[in-house]
């Protein structure tokens, strides 16, 4: 069964550093997604892309997130200078052109920011 | 944007069903119920959704009151690896992020 991937599965970083998490969707899959958890608390929306922009985002996805499908696989975000409160997991997900009921997430990635 | 409302805890025999209820008594009438569940943090699964007929797959049934105030989902036989954070959301399909409230966290007991 396709699944949406992501890596890594751990990340940890310095404060005021770059990092990129990566996703790959499933293949014939078109719209795309990253949503956040802090630690104990609700799934957040982020941003949600299609058609190479950003189709909609929260007020969480300030200028230092940024997101790009550099190729026809890849789906990734950038936190441009991490804080400390950037430390939560991130799940990417993705959902078909057709259906529009299901959007199919990934094991997250686990950002921790020291 | 959380129009839901879920008891936070449940807890559940195995092999019992398990009957987790939802109200969202400001439903639109272009929204759908979807419920989603996330097992120790890993990413949220789709289980099912629903407009205003009640609705069954491989995973669950989805059970929505005449008024669509309210909706129940149906494990109709709970395993242990059911345990989970069941998430209830109301969306219209014009939209493209879900709003996950505290969710129900569902514990089937040996």
């Known amino acids: 069964e396709p699944e949406v991937t992501q890596t890594p599965s751990h990340q940890v970083t310095q404060m005021g550093q770059e990092v990129i998490l990566r996703c790959v969707p499933i293949?014939?899959?078109?719209?795309f997604y990253w949503y956040r958890q802090i630690l104990g608390q609700k799934v957040e929306f982020l941003v949600s892309?299609?058609?190479?922009?950003?189709?909609?985002k929260s007020e969480i996805f300030d200028d230092q997130f940024s997101v790009e499908r550099p190729d026809g696989s890849n789906f990734t975000l950038k936190i441009r200078s991490t804080k400390l409160e950037d430390s939560a997991m991130y799940f990417c997900a993705s959902r078909e052109d057709r259906s529009l009921w299901e959007q199919f997430f990934g094991p997250g990635t686990r950002l921790t920011v020291l | 944007d959380a129009k839901t409302t879920q008891p936070p805890s449940m807890d559940c025999a195995e092999g019992r069903a398990a009957n987790l209820p939802c109200n969202h008594s400001t439903i639109s009438g272009n929204e759908y119920v979807y419920w989603y569940r996330q097992i120790h943090s890993q990413g949220p699964q789709y289980i099912i959704h629903g407009l205003k007929n009640n609705e069954t797959n491989e995973m669950a049934s989805l059970i929505i009151t005449e008024d669509r105030k309210s909706s129940t989902l149906i494990l109709p036989h709970a395993t242990l690896r059911d345990t989970a954070v069941y998430y209830c959301?109301?969306?219209?399909?014009?939209?493209?992020?879900?709003?996950f409230g505290t969710g129900t966290s569902l514990t089937v007991i040996p």
């Open positions: 293949s014939n899959h078109l719209y």
């Open positions: 892309f299609y058609n190479n922009e950003i189709s909609e």
């Open positions: 959301i109301v969306r219209a399909n014009t939209g493209n992020q879900f709003y």
